[in-house]
């Protein structure tokens, strides 16, 4: 029999079949029709079954015995022996000396549960995710001017009826493929806009060589100088108020903070953008009067600015997201039929896993952990006194830089005991160096993963997992869409379902709280803790997302505050979630990247994705057919650059930056900058582009600048 459940990678969440596959214990996959895939699925999506029964699967327990190596041992040792370490290290130094590390992969049901786990048994503030890396400056910038934090608030199907859709710093067509379907009506308009240093996949879908359109273009590449998208935004909103393209009526009655907004763009004229972005001031105008051609204000079918990572990771990721809503603003966009700005959500469960609780300062529902009303409701529905629910942690890179670290004077001491959940940070984590010291120095690390990724194997506990296709629960796709994960097979080895780790662990602290191990249980309390919240899940279970998927189509888009709510597929249509229920406009400026090039530094180094690895690439490595494509890490230069270094096509390439070295082969293409390489992250040893990362962060959101930094570049054999 057929089980429809949903791809186990990105955000996207391919719908797909699961069937026995004949003679093995395996599954194979077909896809399925899901509004965000149409019946398409990427190469990641259907190889995925193959990790299911990979050869080296953790399927026990592991601990680390008095030799150093990892060894088999039962599941009341391993628990056993979490349990003794962590009250001892709480008994010496304090609950706040734990700390959790959770994942956007994780299920609703894992997520949440990670956070009451965290605040009620360890009754640490110390929780953070990997989500931090990915979605939190965007997430901040949403927050803060549009009252809600739901990547795209409006379905991913709407974009194909738009003019012009602008993508900043995102690949599409390699990190969500099927996606790219939605984009063909808007290129045949001639409206796609990619702002991206590469012609990258998704910016040749543009049809243009570089900056000029072409003869049949589709739209336009934009090419700016790494870390200056703010100043293209800047520019364009310039020219949109300058030229008189704004939409009067809408900042009126929709928004506040214009005049600050227009003073700041005051000085960002064209030509003055071009010096410090690169990108010629003709089309900086040309650029804003398609938007404004495209927009409702003027009679155009609508307008779409979305941003990925590529302007996200920066230190000035908050304000270029901020930067890209003042110019929907200006235009009129967010909120309207056929328009708006969107993030485009990453991980599987990105969306979801920043909605109930493992962030830092948040409780479930979206709500904030230092918010007295959600306190006391959320205490409530966990039965604890709200006095005994910790304040905000500290960020993701703060937090695994503070690992193991002793008190000082000037800082606190760092936790001393770690558990992650669905992350490998020293491979993922910035500047990886410091974070691989960190993990060094504490006195325990427990990882539960069900690969032995890198960080697995530096643990002193490994507990083994069930996958994705190995259990029942929620995910949230990109678009707030609440879906359904369901189980094909049955667990590995002796695998266990997270929630029963964390019950089980609860139940050896003496907690008294309960936890349920039962995911449609687990879900109906979540429900219960978002009721209110900004996320409100509370009108959903397990039992109507299944008896409405056949019935009204997949999944409910939240909030979905009452059992007899239809969902809300886009939230901004007659106010803004907001206090006064409009949009915030807030004035930004340009600074630049923390690591910018200079003669030692001559190079501009920008990381990211290829189709076939996924992440850290702990789970496609593992993947033959995705491995043989893509088994090493490549940087791709242009001929021009790598001429002048001496560097050959396929040879070896040594990196060096203020953090460290790595190696890796170079890739000639002429589809980059001659100031800028590429380097992928889904790769580990020497090839790991994180060794070379700076990990400064965003003032307001705490990303790390994974985007951009400064490095020099020669053969591998040169002498330095
Ligand atoms: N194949 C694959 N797909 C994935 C994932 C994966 O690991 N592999 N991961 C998923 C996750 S978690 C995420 S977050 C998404 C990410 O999806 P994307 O945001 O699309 O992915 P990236 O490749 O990280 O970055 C996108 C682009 O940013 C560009 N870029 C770099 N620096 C700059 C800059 O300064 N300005 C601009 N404008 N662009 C810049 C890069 O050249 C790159 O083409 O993908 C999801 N899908
Ligand atoms: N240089 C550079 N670095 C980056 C980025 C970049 O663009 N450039 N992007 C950043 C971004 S956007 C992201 S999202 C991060 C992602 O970085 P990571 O968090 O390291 O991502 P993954 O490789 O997906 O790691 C997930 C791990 O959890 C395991 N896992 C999967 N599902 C579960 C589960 O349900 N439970 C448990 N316990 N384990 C599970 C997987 O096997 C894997 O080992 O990387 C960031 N790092
Ligand atoms: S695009 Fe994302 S969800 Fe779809 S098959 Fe590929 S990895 Fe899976
Ligand atoms: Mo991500």
Redesign the pocket.
């Known amino acids: 029999m057929s089980t429809a459940t949903h791809c186990p990678y990105c955000a996207l969440q391919c719908g797909m079949n699961l069937d026995p596959a004949e003679g093995t214990t395996g599954v194979s996959v077909t896809p399925r029709q899901f509004p965000t895939n149409a019946g398409g699925l990427c190469q990641k999506g259907w190889t995925s079954a193959e990790l299911l029964r990979t050869p080296d699967r953790i399927t026990t327990p592991l601990l680390r015995g008095r030799d150093g190596e990892l060894h088999p041992v039962g599941w009341d040792e391993a628990l056993a022996t979490i349990t003794d370490r962590v009250q001892r290290i709480q008994a010496e130094h304090g609950h706040d000396a734990v700390a959790v590390f959770g994942?956007?992969?994780?299920?609703n049901e894992?997520a949440y549960t990670l956070g009451k786990f965290a605040r009620t048994v360890l009754r640490t503030p110390n929780i953070d995710y990997?989500?931090r890396?990915?979605m939190s400056s965007a997430a901040a910038a949403t927050n803060r001017a549009l009252g809600m934090d739901r990547g795209l608030p409006f379905p991913l199907t709407d974009l194909s009826g738009a003019d012009v859709v602008v993508l900043l710093g995102s690949n599409l067509a390699e990190t969500m493929p099927p996606a790219v379907q939605h984009l063909a009506p808007v290129r045949d308009r001639g409206g796609l806009v990619v702002v991206d240093p590469r012609r990258s996949r998704t910016a040749a879908l543009t049809g243009e060589p570089g900056g000029t359109q072409g003869e049949g273009s589709q739209g336009v590449h934009v090419q700016p100088v790494p870390g200056t998208d703010l100043v293209v935004l800047l520019a364009v909103t310039h020219v949109v108020i300058a030229e008189n393209l704004l939409d009067q009526d809408y900042l009126a009655e929709r928004t506040t903070g214009f005049e600050e907004v227009r003073r700041s763009v005051a000085p960002w004229w064209p030509e003055r953008a071009e010096t410090v972005c690169g990108v010629p001031a003709g089309t900086l105008r040309r650029l804003a009067r398609m938007l404004a051609a495209a927009s409702p204000a003027r009679g155009g079918r609508g307008a779409y600015l979305l941003t990925g990572?590529g302007v996200e990771?920066s230190t000035q990721g908050t304000a270029t997201v901020t930067a890209t809503i003042n110019l929907s603003l200006v235009l009129g966009l967010p909120g309207r039929t056929g328009s708006g700005y969107g993030a485009i959500t990453?991980?599987g469960n990105?969306q979801g896993g920043r909605e109930h609780g493992q962030k830092a300062d948040q409780l479930p529902g979206y709500r904030s952990i230092t918010d007295p009303a959600a306190r006391a409701h959320v205490a409530a529905v966990w039965g604890v006194d709200e006095a005994t629910i910790p304040g905000p942690g500290r960020p993701a890179v703060e937090l695994l830089t503070s690992l193991g670290r002793p008190a000082t004077d000037e800082v606190p001491g760092g936790p001393r005991a770690l558990f992650v959940?669905?992350?490998?940070?020293v491979?993922?984590?910035?500047n990886v160096h410091r974070v691989a010291e960190a993990l060094r120095r504490l006195d325990l690390l427990v990882v539960?993963?069900?690969?032995p990724?890198e960080?697995?194997l530096l643990a002193d506990v490994v507990l083994p997992?069930t996958q994705w296709a190995e259990e029942e629960g929620t995910m949230t796709s990109l678009e707030g869409r609440v879906i359904r994960r369901r189980r094909a097979v049955d667990p590995s080895g002796r695998a266990r379902s997270?929630l029963w780790i964390l019950a089980e662990l609860a139940r050896r602290f003496g907690s008294v709280v309960r936890f349920d191990t039962d995911p449609a249980e687990v879900f109906d309390e979540l429900a219960r803790a978002s009721a209110g919240g900004v996320a409100d899940y509370s009108g959903l279970s397990h039992a109507r997302l299944d008896a409405d998927e056949a019935a009204k189509g997949p999944g409910y888009f939240w909030p979905v505050p009452a059992g007899d709510h239809p969902g809300t597929p886009r939230p901004f249509q007659d106010r803004f979630p907001s206090v006064d229920g409009r949009a915030r406009m807030v004035p930004v400026d340009h600074y630049g990247p923390a690591d910018d090039v200079r003669p030692d530094a001559p190079v501009y180094l920008v990381?990211?994705?290829v189709l076939q690895h996924?992440?850290?690439?702990?789970?496609t490595r593992r993947v033959a057919e995705l491995n043989r494509i893509a088994a090493e890490a490549h940087v791709e230069l242009h001929p021009l650059l790598a001429t002048r270094l001496g560097i050959d096509d396929g040879s070896l390439i040594r990196l060096r930056t203020s953090r460290g070295e790595a190696l890796a082969r170079a890739r000639w293409s002429e589809s980059i900058r001659t100031d800028t390489v590429f380097m992928p992250?889904h790769f580990s040893g020497t090839g790991s582009?994180?060794l070379l990362?700076s990990d400064a962060t965003d003032p307001i959101s705490g990303m790390p600048e994974?985007?951009v930094c400064a490095t020099d570049l020669r053969p591998a054999g040169a002498v330095r």
């Open positions: 994942g956007g992969g994780l299920t894992k990997n989500g890396f990915c990572r990771q990453g991980q990105g959940h669905g992350a490998n940070v491979v993922s984590a910035p539960c993963d069900f690969v990724s960080t697995a997992v997270e990381t990211g994705r996924y992440q850290s690439g702990a789970q992250f582009v994180n990362t994974f985007k």
